[in-house]
Antibody, heavy 120, light 107 residues
């Protein structure tokens, strides 16, 4: 069965960087992309960007351009999301999500979420 | 970016009620709309894709309709396990965008 397992919670100071991992299993990793979606406390869902696990192509949300980098390691079927120059409003639960096998960019598999807290 | 306006932001309902949530896109998105349910502390769960296609395993009391700019999620007979927050998402174009969410609470 498809599983996306994320790394554990992080506490960072403003200005620092965080790197969240998402280990995939139960499917051919390079056949799908991975999107990252975040959710600030009590707020809605925000799409951050997408990476192709096949060729590493990326598409980032404009507001995060320059601060976010998404990568993959095909040898371990793991996707990574690094966010730099952290601010207090980056405090959120970060999810990785896999798009549907039917070809649409909606998500039928999600990681369990990683809470990133940015606080001095 | 395509803006998705979801309404209402919250509603109170009783078990057995019929509930309707709407999403309006700022431009036409054909049927490229999905609906998710999210419970506290959990990842979103896909309910409906392509505006009206029920995801496998989702109860038939959930239904979706619409195309173009206006979409609806209906829960025909609310059950206790349906109290949650619901989000729509357009996947017509990047950046992918979500509605602001609708919290369905117990009356």
């Amino acid at each position: 069965q498809v599983q996306l397992v994320q790394s554990g919670a992080e506490v960072k100071k403003p200005g620092a960087s965080v790197k969240v991992s998402c280990k995939a299993s139960g499917y051919t990793f390079t056949s799908y992309g991975i999107s990252w979606v975040r959710q600030a406390p009590g707020q809605g869902l925000e799409w951050m960007g997408w990476i192709s696990a096949y060729n590493g192509n990326t598409n980032y949300a404009q507001k995060l351009q320059g601060r976010v980098t998404m990568t993959t390691d095909t040898s371990t079927s793991t996707a990574y999301m690094e966010l730099r120059s952290l601010r207090s409003d980056d405090t959120a639960v970060y999810y990785c999500a896999r798009p549907s096998s039917r070809g649409g960019n909606y998500f039928d598999y999600w990681g369990q979420g990683t809470l990133v807290t940015v606080s001095s | 970016a395509i803006r998705i306006t979801q309404s209402p932001s919250s509603l109170s309902a009783s078990t057995g009620d019929r509930v309707t949530i709407t999403c309006r896109a700022s431009q036409g998105i054909s049927s490229y709309l999905a609906w998710y349910q999210q419970k506290p502390g959990k990842a979103p769960k896909l309910l409906i894709y392509a505006a009206s296609t029920l995801q496998s395993g989702v109860p038939s009391r959930f239904s979706g309709s619409g195309s173009g700019t206006d979409f609806t999620l209906t829960i025909s007979c609310l059950q206790s396990e349906d109290f949650a927050t619901y989000y729509c998402q357009q996947y017509y174009s990047y950046p992918l965008t979500f509605g602001g969410g609708t919290k369905v609470e117990i009356k």
